[in-house]
């Protein structure tokens, strides 16, 4: 097959798969917005730049814009882009909350650099120390209330141990009473 059939032809199938059909043609008999008129366009831009007519700043634009469209990933590619950018977009909150957190934390800096917390690392010995005293301290007073509770227990229980025998003098001291001095009847006797 002669090399420009095989040109038309994969053309055709980058058209067709872009979405560009054959149904833009210009006056001329070329398409106007397809690749085989920028390829066209091309060539005569790459003639007129060798002729020293144009620049080769132009023509570079305008292969690397053919080298796209002749890309057979540009459709998995845009649609790569498109998924990259929806990503992007969806996590934008999230990064403007890490922007700000950043900046915060650089606004923090010289805090964190401060003397005082700079000697942290080295206090925490004497932190730990002091609060395990400080648990040991908790222990031993947990016992001693642990004494005085059963203590108190032990005094209520005698209390009242003691009250209720004294209430049982008294009844038997009021008995007593009655019997060795009987209550009178009219008060006279």
């Known amino acids: ?5 095989v040109l038309q032809n994969r053309i055709e199938q980058l058209e067709a ?7 833009a043609q210009g ?8 690749i085989a008129t920028n390829l066209l366009n091309a060539a005569q831009a790459i003639n007129n730049a060798t002729a020293g007519h144009e620049k080769l700043s132009a023509i570079k634009s305008i292969a690397n814009e053919l080298n796209n469209y002749t890309d057979p990933n540009l459709v998995e590619n845009l649609q790569r882009n498109n998924n990259n950018m929806n990503e992007v977009v969806a996590a934008e909150p999230m990064i403007q909350h890490h922007c700000h957190c950043m900046q915060r934390c650089k606004q923090a800096a010289p805090v964190l650099e401060s003397e005082p917390l700079q000697q942290v690392p080295q206090m925490q010995t004497l932190v730990d120390s002091m609060y395990n005293a400080a648990n040991e301290v908790k222990a031993d007073a947990d016992v001693v209330a642990q004494g005085i509770q059963e203590l108190a227990e032990t005094c209520g229980a005698a209390a009242s141990n003691a009250s209720e025998q004294l209430a049982n003098v008294a009844k038997k001291v009021d008995q007593l009473e009655e019997k060795k001095f009987p209550k009178r009847r009219n008060g006279l006797d």
């Open 17 to 23: 798969k872009l979405g560009l059909g054959s149904h």
């Open 27 to 34: 006056l001329d008999g070329q398409h106007g917005d397809s």
């Open 1 to 5: 097959m002669d090399p420009i059939a």
